[in-house]
């Protein structure tokens, strides 16, 4: 890239138990084009491999990957591992990858020069290509831009009125992300009580509070593979029937955090309380809502099949 001054960035991988795919994730930062950046993998108290494969890359790339770990090599979860590698962080820039995805060789490139030409925005969300045919050529992927107009900036909190998860765009993945340094201090990071089966809900608990505090520009590119894989904790989540648990529990952490921040925007809080009605009054919920779909529903197919007997 021709700058006269090119923005060090910090790769961040959070890491626990991923030998399987964590030399190919690594393998796709070191194929960057853009080549003024370090590498912070960061180990959740891994117990297989993984930790050997991340500290044989730290070995022979000592001055662009570093391993880091919590003390006693503890378990703490994503959002405390990513904090620790934010805060052990040098790059003004940092861009998040999980160990199983990927970047495209041109991915902090692309995001280091929207910044060069957008320098008030806190933080760039790109599209992924979500990576269905990783083990099977036969599966197609699947472009998912954000559930936003791309290519543009938004101001805060407008994105909270644009997609999930209180609209229904689609939210950015965390390897699609570029994000200030300066906004990830003035936020606090991520909100390290999202654990177990509530991680599912750690990205969304992080993205809402930038929403609320910096500019975030939507960019129609997509430069990172967001691989599909049964047993990741999203899929485990769905399968299990516990995503409504899990929301609920995310949608009453954002209303303390709202109350607890002075944050009184009468928009924000109108649709949290529409995403809460369904859990706080239940059978209400099922009054109004359930039950009339289900009704229709049932009408519409007793009718299709009054009609097709006519024919």
């Known amino acids: 890239m021709a700058m006269i001054h090119k923005p060090f960035v910090t790769a961040i991988i959070p890491f626990f138990n991923e030998e399987t795919f964590l030399e190919e994730t690594v393998q796709s930062v070191l194929d960057q084009d853009y080549d003024h950046w370090e590498l912070l993998l960061v180990d959740d108290g891994s117990t297989n491999r993984s930790t050997e494969i991340a500290k044989k890359?730290?070995?022979?790339?000592?001055?662009?990957?570093?391993?880091?770990?919590?003390?006693?090599?503890?378990?703490?979860?994503?959002?405390?591992?990513?904090?620790?590698?934010?805060?052990?962080?040098?790059?003004?820039?940092?861009?998040?990858?999980?160990?199983?995805?990927?970047?495209?060789?041109?991915?902090?490139?692309?995001?280091?020069?929207?910044?060069?030409?957008?320098?008030?925005?806190?933080?760039?969300?790109?599209?992924?290509?979500?990576?269905?045919?990783?083990?099977?050529?036969?599966?197609?992927?699947?472009l998912t831009p954000v559930g936003a107009e791309n290519d543009k900036v938004y101001d805060p909190p407008q994105m909270l009125f644009e997609i999930y998860p209180l609209k229904a765009g689609a939210a950015p993945c965390p390897c699609s992300l570029m994000i200030k340094k300066t906004t990830l201090e003035k936020i606090d990071g991520f909100e390290e009580q999202f654990v177990k089966e509530y991680q599912i809900y750690e990205d969304q608990a992080f993205l809402t509070k930038v929403y609320l505090y910096d500019k975030v520009y939507v960019s129609s590119a997509a430069n990172n593979l967001y691989r599909q894989r049964p047993d990741s904790c999203v899929y485990t989540g769905h399968s299990k029937g516990m995503y409504h648990a899990i929301r609920k529990y995310f949608l009453h952490w954002f209303k303390k955090y709202l109350e607890k921040n002075a944050i009184d925007d009468k928009k924000i809080h109108k649709l949290l309380n529409k995403s809460l009605y369904r859990y706080d009054h239940p059978n209400l919920y099922f009054l109004f809502h359930s039950m009339p779909q289900t009704t229709t529903r049932y009408i519409k197919r007793k009718l299709a099949r009054l009609l097709k007997g006519k024919n």
């Open 57 to 142: 890359f730290a070995s022979k790339y000592p001055a662009k990957i570093f391993y880091i770990e919590h003390d006693n090599h503890l378990n703490k979860g994503v959002s405390a591992t990513r904090n620790l590698g934010i805060w052990k962080a040098k790059g003004t820039l940092i861009a998040f990858l999980d160990a199983d995805d990927k970047w495209l060789p041109n991915k902090l490139s692309h995001q280091v020069s929207i910044f060069e030409k957008f320098p008030d925005i806190g933080m760039i969300a790109e599209a992924s290509i979500y990576w269905y045919n990783w083990n099977d050529l036969n599966k197609k992927n699947i």
